[in-house]
């Protein structure tokens, strides 16, 4: 006989183990199967973690070099240590999944180790073994979109799993791509010593975040000496060569040039992983874009199969896949479980970050809603000053009617910690004035907040 749980998840990312863990906390009877050597999905093992390792040694290499002596730090002979700094990265990412790990046994969630595959819909197989569930979640994550013409190989043409773990410097690092993956590798690879060029298709960066946060992105990574190939496609890679020879068009069409590099990032995207898992078999829906099709409560079109993170729409972020998994668990224990969608922040941890909650400007003049905007740079901030950190501001959008906070786009030093005050107000549903009355503490960098909050009425203090 099959080993019956109340619930299976399918996936150990941050989407999968969170909601193991809380179903779990809630008195179920819980597994969750991984195929992964370690717990904790693309996030903690190629992802969100690994990146920010590397994002923070190369932002420490850069500073000690090119900041330290306006502040009257003399620095001398500065050097890296690639492989101390890829030490480092392993050591965090070991660190975390073992946390996952642990928290597993905390729990009392069995950790089902291998490959799962849908036998009906509530029995899955791994390796040789059956298990049952009352309910079964698939959190089985995303993967890289591939570009045709352009094979990985993951040593000279790489996803971001070969980015994160290159043995040398490239020369040259072309990254296709202008999403926050590829500019965040790119940057790390940049501050190190690359030449980066970035190949785009749109005729901008970042494409889902607001307009002019983008714009100012651009120039000051242009500063950093990264280059831009806009409206721009990659249609082949040939790697006869010593270096890799990209064939670029115009993304419209036309005359076609030769670009070469010593390693190519392909960012293009990532979709949902429902490989093998079984799915036509018990008749689970996808869309067009191969993700799980749910309903508000994550529920498939199968009783009693349920799906959450990146393999269904929305962000593909950790902190929204959390989000999903808990409320999941929530549901499935008979309580209110909900995700505000409207209040997901996104961030991008190059430096200056960039960082963002709710609707932007192009999105709230498509959508033909009136509103207001304040705005506050870096530069008039104290604190920025202090730091030497004065590029960037804060751009705040507001109801015109109400004044109900509607969208928040920062650019600039820790944006992505300075963005909170705004995810909690615009999930408590405050209007700018209610951010513009609240004490900001002196001299801090949100006090940028308080001064754009002011703006949206015309009253900033200190410009
Ligand atoms: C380079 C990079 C940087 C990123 N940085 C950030 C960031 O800074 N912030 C952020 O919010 N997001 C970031 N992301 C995105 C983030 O990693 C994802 O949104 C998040 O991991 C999604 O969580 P998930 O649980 O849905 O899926 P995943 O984390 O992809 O986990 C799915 C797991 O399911 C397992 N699995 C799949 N199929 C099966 C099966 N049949 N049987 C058993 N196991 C299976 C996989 O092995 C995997 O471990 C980054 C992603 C990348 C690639």
Known sequence: MSDQFDLIVIGAGPGGYVCAIRAAQLGMKVACVEKRATLGGTCLNVGCIPSKALLQSSENYHAVRHDFAAHGVIAGDVRFDLPKMMGHKDEVVTANTRGVEFLFKKNKVTWLKGEARFKTADTITVGTE????????????????????????????VTSTGAIALAQVPQHLVVIGGGYIGLELGSVWRRLGAEVTVVEFLDRLVPTMDGEIAAAFQKILTKSGMKFRLGTKVTKADTAGERVALTLEPAAGGTAETLTADVVLVAIGRRAHTENLGLDAIGVSTDARGRVVTDAHFATNVKGIYAIGDVIAGPMLAHKAEEEGVALAEILAGQAGHVNYGAIPGVVYTWPEIASVGQTEEELKAAGIAYKVGKFPFMANGRARAMGDTDGFVKLLSDKATDRLLGAHIIGPDAGTIIAELVMAIEFGASAEDVARTSHAHPTLNEAVKEAALAVDGRALHI
């Open 130 to 157: 059956s298990y049952t569930a009352r309910s079964i979640v698939i959190a089985t994550g995303s993967e890289s979109v591939p570009l045709p013409g352009v094979a990985i190989d993951e040593t000279r043409i």
